[in-house]
């Protein structure tokens, strides 16, 4: 495939990330979804956010697997998109129950572009460290305001 039609691919892709029902989703997942255990995984997953979990993590399987394949490089998939490695980071603990409850390939294709990264496990690590400091910081924030309005 050449450079043009992959350029095309990860345009695509981008264009399907700014689909509303999608941008919500992704809203939802980095800013409410944050399982700690694979209960509450498990929770979301049969919630009202049920599809929002579901559109996000099967998003990027499928992008993932258009790298696995070859369709895109994953040198260019990899300097043009982050958001996965932060998405991956919230379901990696809990890969092994959700494969054994739901599906035996459950985020295969993700996990196998993680995998295929250089430093991929690492960087999914440090992204799940920087979102807990993240949302601390958020939490932080909340309290001050809502202290402001008491």
Do not use: C
């Amino acid at each position: 495939m050449s450079k043009q039609e992959e350029a095309g691919l990860i345009l695509k892709l981008y264009e399907l990330r700014r689909e509303e029902v999608m941008r919500k989703a992704r809203d939802w997942y980095f800013r409410d979804f944050h399982p700690e255990s694979y209960a509450d995984f498990q929770a979301a997953l049969f919630s009202e956010h049920s599809g929002h979990l579901r559109m996000v993590i099967t998003y990027w399987d499928m992008a993932s697997a258009l790298v696995n394949s070859g369709a895109i490089s994953l040198e260019m998939f990899s300097e043009s998109n982050g958001e996965h490695y932060g998405v991956f980071a919230k379901i990696e603990p809990f890969l092994g129950e959700a494969r054994a409850a739901l599906a035996p390939q459950f985020a295969a294709n993700f996990e196998k572009l993680i995998d295929a990264t250089p430093g991929g496990r690492k960087r999914v690590a440090d992204t799940r460290e920087r979102m807990k400091v993240i949302r601390a910081q958020m939490q932080q924030m909340a309290q001050k305001q809502q202290a402001k309005t008491a």
